[in-house]
């Protein structure tokens, strides 16, 4: 779905967008989704066919999490209230029902990530063994920053960074 969305947005079909997050409000949670949605409500066309409610899909607690902090973190706004502005401006729905459904998305357990052990796949090393794992860890002190580069065979180019807070 994201390699069909992405090629409909190079042809210039900017509904496709709106459809994918339709199909699937996680999808948010893609860098280049999320980037490619602030960028189509800077350029302020409708993202919607017509005769389609603007903004009503997008009003889910987990897109509007996203966004703001997307915002924030690239430092297009200096904080969250400033977010809610820039959103509200962008016709998504009035600054209170923002800060509200950003709350909600941060406090919601649906909108947390998960994390699946598999007991099976798990395996024992002796001391030996490990050493040489361990003295490639890194104990980030706060306000430092870790950024790794790299690639990925169905992303592309990839950017993780680590900030301890």
Same mark, same amino acid.
């Given at each position: 779905? $994201?390699?069909?969305?992405?090629?409909? +947005? #190079? =042809?210039?079909? /900017?509904?496709?967008?709106?459809?994918?997050?339709?199909?699937?409000?996680?999808?948010?949670?893609?860098?280049?989704?999320?980037?490619?949605?602030?960028? $189509?409500?800077?350029?302020?066309?409708? +993202? #919607? =066919?017509?005769? /389609?409610?603007?903004?009503?899909?997008?009003?889910?607690?987990?897109?509007i999490r996203a966004l703001v902090e997307c915002l924030v973190t690239r430092g297009d706004v200096?904080?969250?209230?400033?977010?809610?502005?820039?959103?509200?401006?962008?016709?998504?729905?009035?600054?209170?029902?923002?800060r509200r459904l950003f709350y909600q998305g941060r406090q919601d357990s649906r909108f947390r990530?998960?994390?699946?052990?598999?007991?099976?796949?798990?395996?024992?090393?002796?001391?030996?063994?490990?050493?040489?794992?361990?003295?490639?860890?890194?104990?980030?002190?706060?306000?430092?920053?870790?950024?790794?580069?790299?690639?990925?065979?169905?992303?592309?180019e990839v950017e993780l960074i680590f900030e301890a807070t």
């Open positions: 779905m $994201l390699r069909a969305c992405r090629e409909r +947005l #190079r =042809r210039g079909d /900017r509904y496709a967008l709106t459809e994918l997050l339709d199909d699937n409000p996680a999808f948010i949670e893609v860098e280049w989704v999320r980037e490619a949605l602030l960028r $189509l409500l800077e350029g302020g066309l409708p +993202l #919607r =066919r017509r005769g /389609r409610i603007r903004g009503k899909h997008f009003r889910s607690p987990h897109i200096p904080s969250s209230e400033e977010a809610f502005c820039y959103l509200e401006d962008k016709g998504f729905a009035s600054k209170h029902t923002i990530p998960v994390q699946f052990e598999y007991p099976e796949r798990s395996f024992r090393l002796t001391a030996e063994e490990a050493e040489p794992w361990l003295r490639r860890v890194r104990i980030l002190g706060e306000g430092e920053r870790l950024v790794y580069r790299g690639q990925d065979p169905t992303l592309g």
